[in-house]
């Protein structure tokens, strides 16, 4: 039951799942990419456009490298 209490690990929790589902999501498109060859980058293919918008993904606050340092402080107790 809800208490109205915060959860100091949410947000460290959800960098955690913004950093593996932008990675996993453009490993993905990568390996579609991989199969399909030079065709999947043509822009007719709609994968073309999974590329780009998986990509951009990434530069979203929090970007990988402040999420990355984020866990590691978190790990190490470290302020």
């Known amino acids: 039951m809800d208490k109205g209490e915060y959860e100091f690990n949410v947000g460290l929790q959800a960098q955690a799942v913004k950093y593996l589902t932008t990675t ?19 822009k007719k293919n709609p994968l073309e456009r999974h590329y780009r918008d998986v990509l951009c993904s990434r530069i979203h606050t929090p970007q990988n490298d402040v999420i990355c340092q ?8 470290v302020k």
Not at 25 to 34: D, Q
């Open 70 to 77: 984020s866990l590691g402080k978190s790990v190490l107790n």
């Open 24 to 42: 996993n999501s453009i490993r993905a498109v990568e390996i579609a990419l991989e199969l399909i060859g030079n065709p999947g980058l043509s």
